[in-house]
């Protein structure tokens, strides 16, 4: 299996994924990541202050040469970041995830970013499986995953911690599209 690389940016008819900067940390703390509406289904809790970001950003950097890509999704026209979407490659598959401010929700924009990841990521030979997860209450998401061209697999019990939402491991659907 060769090792698949992703490029440092995918363009969308009207967005950009692009890699994170740390001056992107002060907007992303303040549109979505301190947002407990955003991070209701989110494996992490709302950031308490900027620093938490500033982390989170240079984690994410750090990441690209391990396959793991965690894109700041823009505005193509405005350049207003909007959040973040990421791409994890494990061999033959990858794993997506996504978050937007609030703002955002309901015109598309996340199933344009899932769209596009999917036909880069096919775009590889080598990648036969590209999936996600979300917390059975998560609605949004699963029609996210839906009308980018995924289906629906089966539950997985007690899959993940969402913080926000319990302490205890949630049960999670699993979406996934094969070549
Ligand atoms: C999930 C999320 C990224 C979706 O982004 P978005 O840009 O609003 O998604 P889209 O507009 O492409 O599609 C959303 C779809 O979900 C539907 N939807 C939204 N809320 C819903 C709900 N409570 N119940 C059922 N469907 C819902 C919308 O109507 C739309 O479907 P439609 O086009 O058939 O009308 C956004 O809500 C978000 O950032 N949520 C917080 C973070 C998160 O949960 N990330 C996913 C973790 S698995």
Redesign the pocket.
């Known amino acids: 299996m060769k090792n698949i690389r992703m490029p440092l940016a995918i363009r969308t008819k009207r967005l950009v994924l692009r890699k994170p900067r740390l001056p992107d940390a002060p907007v992303i703390f303040r549109t ?1 990541a301190c947002d407990p ?6 494996t992490f809790k709302p950031h308490k202050n900027l620093k938490e970001t500033k982390t989170f950003v240079k984690q994410s950097i750090a990441e690209y040469k391990l396959n793991r890509y965690t894109y700041a999704v823009e505005s193509g026209d405005t350049g207003e970041l909007m ?1 973040n979407f990421a791409v994890h490659i494990d061999s033959f598959k990858a794993e997506i ?6 703002k ?9 970013a ?1 769209a596009a990841v999917i036909r880069q990521l096919f775009k590889n030979r080598d990648i036969f499986r590209i999936w ?4 059975t209450a ?7 995953l839906t ?1 980018a061209g995924m289906r629906y697999e089966g539950t997985l019990r007690r899959w993940i911690i969402h913080p926000n939402i319990s302490k205890h491991p949630r049960d999670c659907c699993c979406y996934a599209v094969t070549r």
């Open positions: 979505y509406k955003v991070t209701k289904y989110v959040g995830g996504y978050v937007l401010a609030g955002y929700w309901g015109k598309g924009y996340a199933t344009e899932a996600a997860v979300c917390d998560n609605r949004a998401s699963a029609r996210v009308k």
